[in-house]
Structure formats: C-alpha cells, structure tokens
C-alpha cells in the first residue's frame, strides 16, 4: 500500500463546481502540503500544514482551501472551480529536519471544463 | 529573481553513457538542503538524492550523484550508464533554513531527460 494516497486519481468537472481532493499518509509525518504543477512552472506550494492546528498559505493559496482533520488526513477544496484550475495536484509528507525529503502521493489530474 | 533554476528544458542522452543536468539556487540563508527529484511519464514524484549545505563530500546514490560547488551556487545532477528508465523529468528543489521559511520545498522547472538507443 502507497504511503501518501491520494483520492481520486483523476477528476472532470465543471466550471462553478465544488471538489475536494483528499489526501491521506502511513508514514506518521506531522508535515503535510498540496502542490500543483503545471507545464513548464514545477510544481507550486498552495498550502502546507505543520499539525491539526497549523495551517499556511502557500504561494498560489487564492480560489483554493484546506482542512487538516487528523494527522494523517489533508484535503483540499476548490470552492468554485474555474478553468485555470486545470492542473496535476500533488500532496507530500515530510518529517522534521532540514535533510528530510518530501514524499509524494501519485497525483490526482484535474481537469476543469 | 528565481531561487531554483534549470536552464536545460530538454536533454538527449545515449544508452550507457553519463549526463549531467544542471541546477542553480539563490539563497542568503547559510544552512539549507538541495534535493533532487525523478517524475516518469506515469507522473509520480520518486525522491533520488540529497544534498546538505554543509556537506563536505559530494552525495552518492548508485548511479546518481550531485557536483555541488557551493561558491557558485550549483547542484548538479550526474546519472552515470543511463538506462532507457532514465527517461523522465528531473527537478531539482531547495529547502532553505527550517526557521525562516518553514520547512517549503521550492522547486525548479525541471529538466526531460530521453535516453536513447
């Protein structure tokens, strides 16, 4: 079983709609983060979270919400999608320290019609 | 200005043969982390190898190793006897100081790797 799963794997949906995507880890990092990368831009850090209680912005964090309900579990939600939502979403886990690396669920592919 | 930079969009690389892809950063911090990660078509993100600012030697994992020359700011990726499952996009990603920036990965646009026969 994958450490960092993430749910769905790849989801169509309509301008306006809601969606959450989930993520969720067996590798019992306090540190969690969803990013999303689209061509050519790596991948961009929309919000992270350094326990149930902390939460941050990332760089990209506009149109976009999260929730951390345990420490094992960090969705994120487009509220109101739009278009240039469009993109592969990633969530990653980390441990303490500066050598630490991040590890990475599969992804999940959204597109926004 | 770019904290992480990948000059290189694209690379060619014969079956056996090394490569170099290149990785630049812009830090003021004096403690930070340079990593390096592997996505294969399929999109997954597979952590390859890491290397710490203070790090005298230069990091080893199998194939891969890191020419990291810190006076000019570079972590360059070396993948020694490409194999055809070399073939993939390659990022490099810097974190800075734990206690200025939180602990964030930034990372660079990333570099396709073909191996061929």
């Known amino acids: 079983d994958a450490d960092v799963t993430q749910t769905p794997r790849n989801r169509i949906t309509k301008t306006g709609k809601r969606i959450m995507l989930e993520c969720s880890q067996t590798k019992g990092h306090d540190r969690m983060y969803w990013y999303r990368q689209d061509p050519g831009l790596g991948l961009r850090l929309i919000y992270y979270?350094?326990?149930?209680?902390?939460?941050n912005k990332g760089e990209i964090s506009d149109g976009y919400s999260v929730s951390r309900q345990a420490q094992a579990k960090f969705s994120l939600s487009l509220e109101s999608a739009i278009p240039n939502q469009t993109a592969l979403y990633f969530c990653a886990t980390s441990d303490h320290g500066l050598n630490q690396p991040q590890h990475f669920g599969d992804g999940t592919r959204l597109s926004i019609l | 200005a770019q904290k992480i930079t990948q000059t290189q969009p694209g690379m060619f690389v014969q079956e056996k043969e090394a490569v170099t892809l290149d990785c630049t950063y812009d830090t003021s911090d004096q403690s930070y982390g340079l990593f390096w990660y592997k996505q294969p078509s399929s999109g997954e993100m597979i952590f390859l190898i890491y290397q710490g600012s203070y790090d005298e030697q230069n990091a080893t994992e199998g194939r891969y190793s890191l020419n990291f020359q810190k006076a000019r700011k570079s972590a360059n990726l070396v993948i020694s006897a490409s194999q055809l499952g070399d073939s993939a996009m390659y990022f490099c990603?810097?974190?800075?100081?734990?206690?200025?920036?939180?602990?964030?990965?930034?990372f660079g646009t990333g570099t396709r790797l073909q191996v061929t026969l």
């Open positions: 979270s350094f326990d149930v209680k902390d939460i």
């Open positions: 990603a810097m974190r800075e100081s734990p206690m200025s920036t939180a602990s964030k990965l930034t």
